[in-house]
C-alpha cells in the first residue's frame, strides 16, 4: 500500500487502434446518435403538441424519451470525442458523472416501465375508474417517484463504487465508465461491495419485473375475457409497445450482465455495450412510432406548416 498512487484519470477502452476503424466509429455512433435524438424529440414534440395525446400514457413517454435522450447523451458523445481525438482519457471526476448519470437513467427506466404498465393495468382491467385512478396529480407523482428512485439508487451505487481508492491500473476494459469494471481497479477487496451493490440491484430490478409480470397477467386474463376477436386484437394492441419495450430492455440488460465478464479486454463485451447501453434508446422511439397507430397520426399532422400556420400566423396578421 506504500507504493499507491491517486488516479486522476481513467483511460478507457477504444473501439479500435487504427485510425481509419476510429473515423469508422465515429460515424456509426454519431449516425445512431442523430437517429436517438431525432427519434426521441419528435415523439416529445408530437405529444407536446397534439391535444389528443395529453393522456397519461403518453405523458410517460414523454418522460421515458426523456431518458433515453439521457442514457445515450451520457456515453455516445464522449466516446465518439476520444475516437476522432485519438485518446482514451477521462477524468476521475467525469468517471463519477458518467456512471451517477448512467445508472440514474438507467434506474428512473427500469421504474417508469413499472408504472407505465400499471397504467395499461388500470385503462384495461379498470376502465371505469381510469380517470380517477391516472388523474393529473397522480401520474405527475408516480413520473416524479421514478425520477427520485433513480436519483437514490444511482447515489447509492456511484458512493459504494468510488468509495475505494484505485491502485490496481487505470484502464478501464469498456467504452465508457462501468461499475463491475471499475471494482476491477480498486486496491482494497471490493467483494462485499460488489455483492451489496448486485443484491440491490437485483431487488430493484425482480420487484420491478414482477410487478410488470403481474399487471400483464390480470391484463391478459381481462382480454381473453373479451367476446370479440376484434375487441381483444384493439386492447392488447395498447400494449404491444410497451411489452416490447420492456423485452428489449430487461433481455439485453440480463444477457450482458449475467454474462461472465473477462478481465481483459473482450470484443464481446463491448459488444454487449452497445446492446445494452445503445440499442435501447435508439429502437424505442421507432418501436412506439410503428406499433402505435395514435403516435403515427400525430406524426403525420406534425409538419413545418401546421407549426407555423398555428404558432405564427398572428404575426402575418394586420
Known amino acids: 500500500m506504500s507504493n499507491q498512487t491517486t488516479v486522476t484519470e481513467f483511460l478507457l477502452l477504444g473501439f479500435s487502434d487504427v485510425r481509419e476503424l476510429q473515423i469508422l466509429h465515429v460515424v456509426v455512433f454519431l449516425v445512431i446518435y442523430l437517429a436517438t435524438l431525432i427519434g426521441n424529440l ?140 471499475l471494482f476491477k481497479l480498486a486496491c482494497s477487496d471490493s467483494h462485499l461491495s460488489e455483492v451489496g451493490i448486485l443484491g440491490f440491484s437485483a431487488c430493484l430490478l425482480l420487484s420491478c419485473f414482477a410487478l410488470i409480470i403481474a399487471s400483464y397477467v390480470h391484463i391478459f386474463m381481462t382480454v381473453l375475457r373479451i367476446p370479440s376477436e376484434q375487441g381483444r386484437h384493439k386492447t392488447f394492441s395498447t400494449c404491444l409497445p410497451h411489452l416490447t419495450v420492456v423485452s428489449l430492455f430487461f433481455c439485453t440488460g440480463i444477457f450482458a450482465y449475467l454474462k461472465p465478464t473477462s478481465s481483459s479486454a473482450s470484443g464481446m463485451d463491448l459488444v454487449m455495450a452497445v446492446l445494452y447501453s445503445v440499442v435501447p434508446p435508439t429502437m424505442n422511439p421507432v418501436i412506439y412510432s410503428l406499433r402505435n397507430k395514435e403516435i403515427k397520426a400525430a406524426l403525420r399532422r406534425l409538419n413545418v406548416w401546421t407549426l407555423f400556420t398555428k404558432n405564427n400566423m398572428f404575426v402575418f396578421l394586420p
Open 42 to 181: 419528435l415523439i416529445i414534440t408530437a405529444v407536446a403538441l397534439d391535444p389528443h395525446l395529453h393522456t397519461p400514457m403518453y405523458f410517460f413517454l414523454i418522460n421515458m424519451s426523456i431518458i433515453d435522450l439521457g442514457s445515450i447523451s451520457v456515453i455516445v458523445p464522449k466516446s465518439m470525442a476520444n475516437s476522432l481525438l485519438n485518446t482514451r482519457s477521462i477524468s476521475y471526476a467525469g468517471c463519477i458523472a458518467q456512471v451517477f448519470l448512467f445508472v440514474f437513467f438507467a434506474a428512473a427506466n427500469i421504474t417508469l416501465l413499472t408504472v407505465m404498465a400499471y397504467d395499461r393495468y388500470v385503462a384495461i382491467c379498470q376502465p371505469l375508474h381510469y380517470d380517477k385512478v391516472m388523474n393529473r396529480g397522480a401520474c405527475v407523482q408516480m413520473a416524479a417517484s421514478a425520477w427520485t428512485s433513480g436519483i437514490l439508487f444511482s447515489a447509492l451505487n456511484t458512493g459504494s463504487t468510488f468509495s475505494f481508492p484505485f491502485c490496481q491500473s487505470n484502464v478501464i476494459n469498456q467504452f465508457f465508465c462501468e461499475i463491475p469494471q
